[in-house]
């Protein structure tokens, strides 16, 4: 008898020949056929699925064509690792990008959003929040602007009034702040006597880091120091520190 295909065993790559069973020899090139498994396939094609069963040993019949040179249409880009994946279809070849999405009221398109594979709100959009928003004339963030969720004037901002102002060093703000709608110095504050330079003879009222004025009349007490004691009288000891007009 002569020795037929069927039991011999085939190396890497190759597979007995279909008809084995009733071929005779007992090498590689009598009993085997070279499969697709090892084909190197060329620039933007990738082996066919199931190539390692694949008789053959030719671009067209080892190879599917793959991605990697598709051209995705506007706000959408090649999907990851696009070299290996075979396709030719923008549903095979391209995920759309975050650019084109219409992200809800409050949010806004990420940064780099022409680089983000995505189609959602959470992949694509970030919160908006007050701290970003630019508030219009006469009004003013509102405090604790970083944590509001929010995108609009009535959200995120609150009319400009005096008492939210900082008033600068030496000045206080005017009496009834909370009804001034305005937001300046001149406009909000009042200047306070601590820093006034009273006359010789005159001293600071007590308490003139809470007065607001600036005057002598107002910021200024009258000292003995230059006072003009009667007959048989002389001015107090200490007359320079002490605060009077009168006998």
């Known amino acids: 008898c002569d020795e037929v295909c069927s039991g011999f065993t085939c190396p890497a790559h190759y597979v007995l020949r279909a008809d084995a069973a009733i071929t005779q020899g007992n090498t590689r090139n009598q ?5 697709c498994s090892d084909f190197s396939c060329p620039a933007h094609y990738v082996l066919k699925e199931g190539s390692a069963a694949i008789r053959g040993y030719f671009g067209d019949l080892c190879c599917d064509k793959a ?5 995705c249409p506007a706000h959408h880009a090649l999907k990851t690792g696009a070299a290996f994946i075979r396709g030719n279809t923008d549903g095979q070849c391209c995920d759309k990008i975050c650019s084109d999405y219409s992200c809800p009221t ?19 959009c970030d919160k908006k929040f007050c701290s970003a928003y630019s508030c219009p004339a006469h009004f003013v963030r509102k405090s604790g602007a ?29 009496s009834g702040a909370s009804e001034i709608r305005a937001w300046s110095d001149d ?61």
């Not at 022409?114 to 189609?119: H, L, T, V």
């Not at 004037?153 to 939210?164: F, G, L, N």
Request: with cysteine.
């Open 106 to 124: 409050h949010y806004s398109l990420k940064s780099g959003a022409s680089e983000i594979r995505a189609w959602s709100d959470d992949q694509c």
């Open 67 to 71: 991605c990697s040179d598709f051209n």
């Open 187 to 247: 406009k909000c504050c009042d200047k306070l006597c601590s820093d006034y330079s009273c006359p010789s003879h005159y001293s600071l009222k007590s308490g003139a880091s809470e007065i607001r004025a600036w005057s002598d009349d107002k910021c200024c007490d009258k000292l003995c120091s230059d006072y003009s004691c009667p007959s048989h009288y002389a001015l107090k000891s200490g007359a320079a520190a002490i605060r009077g007009n009168t006998d």
């Open 146 to 174: 970083s944590s509001i969720h929010a995108w609009s004037r009535d959200r995120c901002c609150d009319r400009k009034i005096c008492s939210a102002y900082s008033c600068p060093s030496l000045y206080s703000l005017k």
């Open 31 to 35: 009993c085997c056929e070279k499969v």
